[in-house]
């Protein structure tokens, strides 16, 4: 099972951090994917960790404003995000799959239930 949180109503230029707390399963073996979605369009891989070694990757619409990074004593993965823009906001999603991580949704086999993320002034 995976929840997210911290989603919620920021101004552009703002920051928020999302966190996925994981449960249910072998945590320390699963990369963790964060994607998003805007109603009538295909879902958008975000950013992912790895379980293997701690590699990460970034959508080129979100590198150098977004830090995916994990906890793996709290079994939580964090989506920090800095820089925000209007056309980031969408439903966030993390996503679990076991071994090296991806940018493709339908590599993940675990989902959470998304939380909303809203960029407007």
């Known amino acids: 099972q995976l929840v997210e949180s911290g989603g919620g109503l920021v101004q552009p230029g703002g920051s928020l951090r999302l966190s996925c707390v994981a449960s249910g399963f072998n945590y320390d073996y699963y990369a963790i994917g964060w994607f998003r979605q805007v109603p009538g369009k295909e879902r958008e891989g975000v950013s992912y960790?790895?379980?293997?070694?701690?590699?990460?990757d970034y959508a080129d619409s979100v590198k150098g404003r977004f830090t995916i990074s994990r906890d793996n004593a709290k079994k939580t993965v964090f989506l920090q995000m800095n820089s925000l823009k209007p056309d980031d906001t969408a439903v966030y999603y993390c996503a679990a799959r076991r071994g090296w991580g991806a940018l493709l949704d339908f590599l993940y086999d675990t989902w959470g239930q998304g939380t909303q993320v809203t960029v407007s002034s």
């Open positions: 960790i790895s379980a293997n070694d701690g590699s990460t």
